[in-house]
């Protein structure tokens, strides 16, 4: 799962309902602090697709239980990597702020 891919996977599990293409690349343009128009995102979608990390739903995108134990240990690591034991910040903090949490793709998908 590339870090598109995980963004555009944590905007529909965040969602708790289908989505469709522009809302996710709105949500993530806002992220990533940059325009990111729909066909940018068709080839992950596809790619997601595939792997079963997403479905379609009614006319949008929802998150998968595959595709939470694919991001899953992504999210952990960035976790370990914003800590990386210098202790420069205190990561309960600012995963606070980044509204990011280790433990978030613990559980199973919520039923939509």
Same mark, same amino acid.
């Given at each position: 799962?590339?870090?598109?891919?995980?963004?555009?996977?944590? #905007?529909?599990?965040?969602?708790?309902?289908?989505?469709?293409?522009?809302?996710? #690349?709105?949500?993530? @343009?806002?992220?990533?602090?940059?325009?990111? =128009?729909?066909?940018?995102? !068709?080839?992950? &979608?596809?790619?997601?697709? !595939?792997?079963?990390?997403? !479905?379609?739903? @009614?006319? $949008?995108? #929802?998150?998968?239980?595959? $595709?939470?134990?694919?991001?899953?240990?992504?999210?952990? $690591?960035? %976790?370990?990597?914003?800590?990386?034991?210098?202790?420069? &910040? =205190? %990561?309960?903090?600012?995963?606070?702020? +980044?509204? +990011?949490?280790? @433990?978030?793709? =613990?559980?199973?998908?919520?039923?939509?």
């Amino acid at each position: 799962m590339t870090v598109f891919e995980l963004a555009i996977f944590m #905007c529909l599990y965040r969602a708790g309902q289908p989505r469709r293409v522009e809302d996710i #690349c709105k949500v993530i @343009g806002g992220w990533f602090e940059c325009v990111v =128009d729909p066909p940018a995102a !068709a080839a992950p &979608i596809e790619h997601m697709l !595939a792997n079963r990390w997403v !479905a379609e739903k @009614g006319h $949008g995108l #929802c998150a998968t239980e595959d $595709g939470r134990r694919a991001a899953r240990p992504l999210m952990s $690591g960035m %976790v370990r990597m914003l800590d990386h034991g210098t202790r420069l &910040i =205190d %990561v309960a903090l600012m995963m606070s702020v +980044l509204r +990011l949490s280790k @433990g978030e793709l =613990d559980h199973g998908i919520r039923d939509l």
